[in-house]
């Protein structure tokens, strides 16, 4: 059974997804361009989003255990968001040095904590830790994605990188889809392989939804309503809508992929 990745590993991650993020935005022509996957968004605004996004999970880190963000991360994160302040500045050296600060910002407050340390995140009853640590793991995701996005815009996507991707799918599993929140439909079973030969189960019933890893011989698959399969970056990527099912291998009842979308769990 292969082992999740270990803080340190998370942390050099981070920063090279961070690394290829900058870089990918260097070479824009331009920051006005629409993000073709986050449709809403120019270029500039998902760098504020990533930028953003790791200074106020600095500060998260940084507060230790709690039951809420720090007031101060909110209010900016917030303000941000909707306009009211431009955080990163759009003069390109400049706007790189915002970048690589914010993520020497982030990994300095993960280095400081240590894995294990508490704090508070948004997953709240999953199977992810409300740790340092699970901070770490899914921040890995969001500049991997993110890196994905800003190539797809400049017209060359490239695939995750396979330690990103065999990672990433499980976490996502774990953070997003596991709670304690009803599934409000019929029990059901998905079962999502990656050819790169690791593959995950995620059952839903009255108590809610939850992973497990399926052993290399892989398990019924006539338990399953619904399996997937593609590689690992594939499945990261379907995970967060940006591409659609069509481009994976799809066996059972696909309808059963639109309600796990559709589902927004109370907790």
Known sequence: MENNLEFSGLLRLIDDRSAAFRAAVAAAPGLDARVPSCP????????????????????????????????????????VACGAAVAAPREREALSAWLAESTELLLS??????????????????QSPRTSGGVARHRVQESAVHTYDVQLTLGAPRPLPDEVALDGAEEFLSSCCATTS??????????????????WRLTTDGDGARFTRLPATGADPETAGVSVRGTAGELVLFFYDRIPADSLRVDGDAGLLDLLRAWEPED
Not at 113 to 122: E, I, K, S
């Open 182 to 199: 009803a599934w409000p439909h019929k029990p059901a079973v998905f079962d999502f392989h990656a050819t790169e030969g690791r593959s």
């Open 109 to 126: 407050a993960l280095r400081e904590a240590g894995p294990d340390r508490g704090c508070w995140t948004w997953w709240g009853t999953s």
């Open 40 to 79: 809403e968004w120019t270029l500039f605004d998902l760098v504020q989003h990533l930028g953003g996004g790791d200074r106020f999970w600095a500060a998260v880190v940084g507060a230790g255990p709690a039951d809420a963000p720090p007031a101060e991360a909110v209010a900016e994160r917030a303000a």
